[in-house]
């Protein structure tokens, strides 16, 4: 997961164009209990007949879509991704969710959400890759974004408190090579602790704050 700090920093978009068409065989080799894991971001949700209307942060190849469409089949996923080839491949992988899954290719900390148009928001494996401030800043964003009592669920990496340390000097490392932050997304692995996550949610302003699953190396968080 982590990158090599002696090699040069790939820009998030090249990153994984670079790495679409192998995307999905690398997440099941490297998501502990993939099944699992995407299943526990679904059932974070009720299970709904509604067309309820969904954000999807990071879609990329979809992978967290069969789980959320087999609980919410008729939901209308607006799906948000920097990378035209991870697009181009959740396009192949699903033809018959086009006119159910609308996708912006753009980069989530831009693109404007709106306030009070989606029932619920999410991310899969998408947002390991920013800093505190950055995912306070997002974070509002997506509580803006959410109707009354909507929640956003979260999963993603998540590491001790010693490794949180040690990821984020070398993002900072990195950060100085570049000559300070850059103007377009860098793909630097900075998973938090359990803990400084839901720090950044409440900071953001969400309340009810629960982690809905928890293994060794990834969680998922639920918060409203």
């Known amino acids: 997961m982590y990158p090599n700090p002696e090699l040069p920093i790939e820009g998030m978009t090249e990153f994984f164009d670079a790495r679409a ?20 971001i679904a059932s974070a949700l009720p299970a709904s007949d509604a067309p309820l209307a969904i954000l999807d942060l990071g879609i990329g190849t979809g992978l967290e879509l069969p789980a959320l ?3 919410l089949p008729n939901a209308r996923v607006t799906g948000i991704d920097l990378s035209s080839r991870m697009l181009a491949e959740l ?21 404007d959400f709106g306030r009070g148009v989606y029932d619920a928001v999410l991310s899969a494996m998408a947002l390991h890759h920013h800093p505190f401030d950055e995912k306070v800043a997002l974070y509002r ?8 009592g909507g929640p956003f669920i979260n999963g993603d990496y998540i590491v001790s408190a010693d490794e949180a340390a040690r990821l984020m000097a ?9 000559g ?10 900075i998973p938090f602790t359990v803990e400084d996550e839901v720090r950044a949610l409440r900071t953001a302003g969400f309340l009810a704050i629960d982690v809905v699953r928890r293994a060794a190396r990834s969680a998922v968080i639920r918060a409203a």
Do not use: N
């Open 141 to 148: 964003r997506v509580h803006s974004a959410l109707r009354p």
């Open 21 to 40: 068409t192998e995307y999905d065989d690398h997440m099941r080799d490297t998501v502990e209990e993939f099944d699992r894991f995407y299943a526990a």
């Open 170 to 178: 070398e993002y900072k490392a990195a950060i100085r090579r570049l």
């Open 180 to 189: 300070g932050a850059p103007r377009s997304p860098i793909h630097l692995d």
């Open 91 to 111: 396009r192949h992988k699903h033809p018959e969710r086009a006119e159910q899954v609308r996708i912006l290719r753009g980069s989530f900390l831009d693109v």
């Open 69 to 71: 469409l087999a609980r």
